[in-house]
């Protein structure tokens, strides 16, 4: 009958003991921990890059995190709902858009707070909120020299063009 190895068995539990500990301090470290706080949201028309859990920013601080993602299939709006630590409180004028974190980073909320002496309530909505830019897409077009607005080019005129009498005076 083989003898039981109680060396193996503390090294195995203390393996594991040490993975809890890391996997713990992980975890509150990022935040995953959730926070307590209150509840915004924000309409936007493109949120490329955006998740559950996507950072919400204010002047580069972690404030909250993105807690849901719903689509209005009447004004095909996404409405972000975000969860805001209960010692931040904003004015209602604040402004939100989303942001990228350097060239190939990623996606997060950034918040500008307003001037206002009224501030946002649970539940409230940011009336001021830019969606995702395609910088991809920015990009192709700079790449390929045309135009980065809707504006279409100027036409040329059509037939041939006159050139000026130099005898004709002002």
Known sequence: MPR???AETLIGAAVVAVALVFAALAYYRTGAAGLSGYEVNARLAKVDGLAVGTD??????KVGSVSGLTLDPQTYLVTVHMDLR???KLPTDSSIL???AGFLGG???SIT???DDKMMAAGAFFENAQGSIDVMSL???FANGSSLTNVPPPQKPSGPVKAPDP???P
């Open 113 to 115: 707070p307003g001037g």
């Open 4 to 6: 039981p190895n109680y």
């Open 86 to 88: 209960n010692d931040i």
């Open 107 to 109: 996606q997060y909320l």
């Open 56 to 61: 919400v920013r204010l002047a580069g601080i």
């Open 167 to 169: 005898g004709a005076g």
């Open 98 to 100: 989303v942001s990228q």
């Open 139 to 141: 990009v192709g077009r």
